[in-house]
């Protein structure tokens, strides 16, 4: 079993950064693929990135793309986000989550808030 916790959210003005971290508990980190996800209020999850174990296959969503950078230290155990040129409509609850199946996200973080005030 994996637990995930994020941090690094808060409150940035639009055109801002944050760096969110990912820290995963266990010594299987670098067997899972990783993601960020968000959910803004009273809108569905959607994925934000992904990355794969060794970090060589990487996704994003078309909104972030050329803004947002996933990346991951296997050694530490952490995954990453760092968040340049943040619009509002950013503004959501960040979650990381780990898939060790490669269909499905089996674990989840309880989410940090990120709000880009305008």
């Known amino acids: 079993q994996v637990q995930l916790v994020e941090s690094g959210g808060g409150l940035v003005q639009a055109g801002g950064s944050l760096r969110l971290s990912c820290a995963a508990s266990g010594r299987t980190f670098s067997t899972y693929a990783m993601g960020w996800f968000r959910q803004a209020p009273g809108k569905e999850r959607e994925v934000v990135a992904k990355i794969s174990r060794s970090g060589g296959s990487i996704y994003y969503a078309d909104s972030v793309k050329g803004r947002f950078t996933i990346s991951r230290d296997n050694a530490k155990n952490t995954v990453y986000l760092q968040m340049n040129s943040l619009k509002p409509e950013d503004t959501a609850v960040y979650y990381c989550?780990?898939?060790?199946?490669?269909?499905?996200?089996?674990?989840w973080g309880q989410g940090t808030q990120v709000t880009v005030s305008s």
């Open positions: 989550a780990a898939s060790g199946t490669l269909a499905s996200y089996e674990y």
